[in-house]
């Protein structure tokens, strides 16, 4: 900023012309004084505001004005550009083919909707609906939908037809369904996220079920321990008040956000002189610290005697008549209709359904890791909800649904995704192989000494609120 002098800064100076002025006509022999002015009074006014003067100076409103309109000018450049850069996307996205635009239709599944009701909303045929549960075949996810789920349609409106639909289950959790020609190539899309360790720590006063959720562990927790100790640990006669339980666990976030997923990776439980634990091993499965394991072992085939496999498990099977990618993700055995199925393992019946392409199907959850899906049954026998045992039978071969003749299409997943049932390393065998024992031991150890620090750090910190997510898959 430039100086300007100021009305009082003019008066000073005047008053030092003054002083210098008198001092002239002072005679010679007389010492010459300068009183009253000092260099003083012209510092402070140069200190004093300004205002005044520049309101009255017509330079410096040429300033401002030519600066307000500099801005006024770029602001509205701003804007043009604004403008055109949204144009130009606008015209990249519509050169985009229509399913990398954004959906066009997002529809929230709601408590009693259909998929019908949902498709004809949206004006997609029958038909149409068809082409997609045949596509589903492979994941039968949309038999899977809850309320809260959601979907999005990409629909070619001048042809009336559904070129792409997704299925929101969860962030981590999505299936595509996208048209080609006149059907649809399915891809399950399963993020691993990030997974953050926590562990609490139960004393056991009154039952372990009610103990655990004063810890603020959580209700699926407390029964996925309970199915996974229920032939180790009598939880009635055994548990004393004093006995501690220890759990050390995961849970998801996908970009910082919690998805309500956990899973268990350790427990163990600690009586006066006994302890029982539950680690869980790079095979899906849990063992104990000698590494014997918790879980029952599965039967490999769900029959009583052998029958031929007539296809299997293939995850690049291209389909014969379209020749794209439509994964096999089961065992197909050729068995006559009404040879009895046998539930591979113990387990709840987690879904009876009858499906136009699958036939009539049923889905057996055995404990947090395991699922197995037995398809085109002519006969099921159990409903849901119900308690199976291993070898029980569950219902009967069959050729309903889409098939070319009788046969049990038989699944086995992990984790929520399907394996090889003839091959995958499924707890057959009673104890971690030899050869795993090593890596089995330091993966305990380290489970311990995670919980050990965690434990201590939440000590220090409140217990969190108990609470009904979900747990597993
Ligand atoms: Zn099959």
């Known amino acids: 900023m430039a100086l300007k002098p100021t009305p009082k800064a003019t008066l000073a100076l005047s008053g030092i012309s003054f002083a210098v002025a008198v001092a002239l006509y002072w005679p010679e022999s007389e010492p010459v004084t300068v009183p009253l002015i000092t260099p003083e009074p012209i510092e402070i006014p140069r200190r004093a505001p300004v205002q005044a003067q520049v309101q009255s100076d017509p330079q410096i409103i040429d300033e401002a004005e030519q600066i307000a309109t500099e801005l006024a000018l770029a602001l509205q450049r701003e804007a043009e550009e604004a403008e055109e850069r949204a144009r130009l996307e606008a015209e990249a996205l519509a ?56 979907l999005r349609f990409w629909v070619d409106e001048a042809a009336n037809r559904l070129e792409q639909l997704e299925v929101e289950f969860d962030m981590a959790h999505r299936v595509v369904f996208s048209r080609h020609q006149e059907s649809f190539e399915v891809e399950e899309i399963i993020l691993e996220g990030d997974w953050l360790a926590s562990s609490s720590e139960v004393a056991i006063h009154g039952s372990f079920s009610q103990a655990a959720s004063r810890a603020g562990v959580r209700s699926a927790e407390v029964q996925q321990i309970t199915d996974l100790f229920k032939d180790k640990l009598d939880f009635r006669r055994q548990l004393r008040a004093g006995d501690t339980v220890r759990v050390l666990r995961e849970s998801q976030s996908i970009d910082g956000v919690a998805t309500g997923k956990h899973r268990l990776l350790a427990v163990e439980f600690e009586g006066r002189n006994w302890l029982q634990s539950a680690y869980l091993h790079n095979d899906g499965s849990y063992y104990d610290e000698d590494g014997q394991s918790l879980a029952r072992a599965f039967m490999r085939h769900p029959f009583s005697r052998d029958h031929r496999i007539s296809s299997r498990f293939n995850p690049n099977r291209l389909h014969p008549v379209t020749g794209r990618v439509s994964p096999h993700n089961g065992t197909d055995y050729a068995a006559a209709t009404g040879t009895p199925i046998l539930a591979a393992g113990d387990g709840v019946v987690g879904r009876v359904e009858d499906h136009p392409i699958a036939g009539k199907y049923v889905v057996l959850e055995h404990g947090g890791q395991y699922r197995t899906r037995y398809l085109h049954m002519s006969r099921i026998d159990v409903r849901r909800g119900q308690s199976v045992t291993r070898g029980q039978q569950i219902g009967a071969v069959g050729a309903t649904g889409r098939v070319t003749g009788a046969h049990l299409h038989y699944e086995f997943h992990i984790n929520g995704r399907a394996v090889d049932s003839l091959n995958a390393r499924i707890p057959m065998a009673t104890a971690v192989a030899d050869s795993d024992k090593q890596s089995f031991l330091a993966q305990v150890y380290q489970y311990q000494s995670q919980m050990t620090d965690l434990i201590a750090q939440s000590q220090a910190r409140p217990e969190p609120e108990p609470d009904n997510s979900s747990y597993g898959e």
Do not use: H, K
């Open 95 to 150: 050169a985009l083919p229509l399913t990398e635009r954004p959906a066009q239709l997002e529809y929230s599944v709601n408590v009693g909707d259909t998929l019908s009701g949902i498709f004809s909303r949206f004006g997609i045929n029958q038909r149409q609906m068809y082409q997609v549960l045949e596509a589903d075949y492979a994941y039968l996810a949309l038999d899977t939908l809850m309320p809260g789920n959601r």
